[in-house]
């Protein structure tokens, strides 16, 4: 089955140190996003893709890093710069922007140690 | 400015009662596009619907049926005879369509919906 699969599920971070979320996609879509969900906020936008070797800042891109160097691949670096981590983290893809609905993964949950 | 609004942060219902979720967006564009997603406890987000702004036509899909009224910029979405597998959060998302520039997708805070046996 075609999906989104993000791993992993929990993921705990130290102070000081980075962290890569990863996110793999077999639908062949072009374009690729990562939102922060915090409790009562819905989703924010890191960053996005919508072509292999190109993304671009979202609306909270402080602190994260991204590389989209394979179209079915988009992982997620939280560095240390950003000082409040702790959220759930979701990867989504469409084939077309905008008008197509997005696939998601299931999420990835970041705490801080 | 893009905006949505889901006043309701929580709701409880009994099983087999009908329940609304309310949905309102604000846009200066012509053209977009509307969405409601699913979120069971699992965390995915699980797409229900997509509505333009030229279809005002409402749905209905088994027991969920949508309002979309242009007049007062609302998008409501409702669960009939709801059960305990509705259970979830509910994100209401609104979507440009400009062509020219990435596409962003605006969604509400989204509102918890219990459903209680």
């Known amino acids: 089955d075609g999906g989104i699969t993000q791993s992993p599920k929990y993921l705990f971070r130290k102070e000081g140190q980075n962290v890569t979320l990863s996110c793999e996609q077999n639908?062949?879509?072009?374009?690729m996003y990562w939102y922060r969900q915090d409790p009562g906020q819905g989703l924010r936008l890191i960053y996005y893709?919508?072509?292999?070797?190109?993304?671009q800042k979202g609306d909270i891109a402080e602190g994260y890093s991204v590389s989209r160097e394979k179209k079915e691949s988009f992982p997620l670096t939280v560095t240390s710069a950003q000082k409040n981590p702790t959220a759930f983290y979701l990867c989504?893809?469409?084939?077309?922007?905008?008008?197509?609905?997005?696939?998601f993964g299931d999420g990835t949950r970041l705490s801080i140690l | 400015a893009q905006k949505v609004t889901q006043a309701q942060t929580e709701i409880s219902v009994v099983e087999k009662e009908d329940v609304t979720l309310d949905c309102v967006y604000e846009?200066?564009?012509?053209?977009?596009?509307l969405f409601w997603y699913k979120q069971p406890p699992s965390g995915e987000l699980v797409f229900l619907i997509r509505?333009?702004?030229?279809?005002?036509q409402n749905e209905i899909s088994g027991r969920y049926s949508w309002n979309f009224q242009k007049s007062t910029s609302s998008f409501n979405f409702t669960i009939t005879a709801s059960q305990v597998v509705d259970s979830a959060v509910y994100f209401c998302?609104?979507?440009?369509?400009?062509?020219?520039?990435?596409?962003?997708?605006?969604f509400g805070p989204g509102t918890s919906l219990s459903v209680i046996p």
């Open positions: 989504a893809s469409t084939n077309r922007t905008g008008w197509q609905p997005q696939h």
């Open positions: 639908l062949n879509h072009d374009a």
């Open positions: 893709s919508q072509i292999v070797n190109d993304f």
């Open positions: 846009t200066r564009d012509t053209t977009y596009y």
């Open positions: 509505r333009n702004s030229f279809d005002e």
């Open positions: 998302a609104l979507s440009e369509a400009r062509k020219t520039s990435y596409d962003k997708v605006i």
